[in-house]
């Protein structure tokens, strides 16, 4: 009996399981790197802190059929609030879009809804960990999104963190490291 079921299910596990060989959804950067220390132009300008506040380079490839835009995160689990802090939350990346230069911290894109971030701001704001707080980490995360998200203008960080997620079809991150 299990020889037959075996027979029947085989083909489905194998399928199931992914034994294609599709592309990875990758993100790089030549800016920062996984598990390394960025330097102070990623850093921001003001609350003490003195960097060039100029958001990384970010490439990715691979991502799924029937991806219709992306959405970039950068986020700081270790910040002393509670709930850490949303340095860039940009949606509805047009899906042609696979790259973003250094120092593109915001989109002209009418359909590209910069979130207000932790500082107040639009677009991206820098680390700025309190001195003597330790090394944080920042999670740079590019989401290749199913649909086109609608937000309203004044979107949190936290409904803009669970619009993207629960229509994410991948996700890659670049997790890099800071302190003053």
Not at 24 to 29: A, D, P, Q, W
Not at 43 to 70: D, I, M
Not at 111 to 125: A, L, P, R, T, W
Request: glycine share 10%.
């Amino acid at each position: 009996m299990y020889k037959s079921i075996l027979k029947v299910m085989l083909p489905i596990i194998c399928v199931t399981a992914g034994f294609t060989h599709a592309e990875e959804f990758k993100l790089t950067s030549s800016d920062i790197t996984h598990g390394e220390f960025m330097t102070n132009k990623f850093e921001f300008q003001g609350f003490g802190c003195s960097g060039e506040n100029r958001s990384p380079q970010l490439s990715w490839s691979g991502a799924p059929a029937g991806t219709k835009a992306y959405a970039i995160m950068a986020y700081d689990p270790d910040a002393p609030t509670g709930s850490g802090w949303w340095h860039w939350q940009v949606v509805n990346i047009p899906a042609n879009i696979t790259s973003i230069p250094s120092g593109k911290g915001t989109f002209d894109d009418k359909e590209v809804i910069d979130v207000i971030n932790d500082y107040g701001q639009h677009g991206f704001s820098g680390a700025c960990p309190p001195k003597g707080h330790g090394a944080h980490r920042y999670q740079f995360t590019v989401y290749a999104l199913s649909k086109k998200l609608e937000l309203p203008t004044d979107a949190s960080g936290a409904l803009t963190g669970y619009m993207v997620k629960a229509n994410s079809l991948a996700s890659s991150t670049i997790e890099a490291l800071y302190k003053k």
